[in-house]
């Protein structure tokens, strides 16, 4: 069993709380593995997408590096799925 990145419990006061909620996360294991999946999928569909025609493709690609880099943050925090 993979750890949970204390992220999630950061906000959490006694280690009654901490735990209780780590079970919740782990009870929920076929929602957010089907949130990872969503999240993939749409990187994926991020970075097959290119639009150098537009005058601002620069701000679009930058918009799609911040885009991917968020998504990488949330997969990591989702990692304890196996």
Do not use: C
């Not at 996360?25 to 076929?30: K, T, Y």
């Not at 999240?39 to 799609?64: G, N, V």
């Not at 990488?72 to 196996?82: A, D, G, N, V, W």
């Amino acid at each position: 069993m993979k750890p949970i990145i204390s992220e999630w419990t950061k906000n959490l006061k006694t280690e009654k709380e901490k735990k209780e909620f780590e079970d919740t996360l782990r009870n929920s294991h076929f929602v957010l593995s089907r949130l990872r999946e969503i999240i993939q999928q749409r990187t994926k569909d991020t970075e097959s997408e290119a639009d150098y025609a537009s005058p601002s493709w620069a701000y679009l690609q930058a918009h799609r590096n911040g885009m991917k880099q968020e998504n990488r943050q949330i997969l990591k925090l989702l990692e304890f799925i196996e």
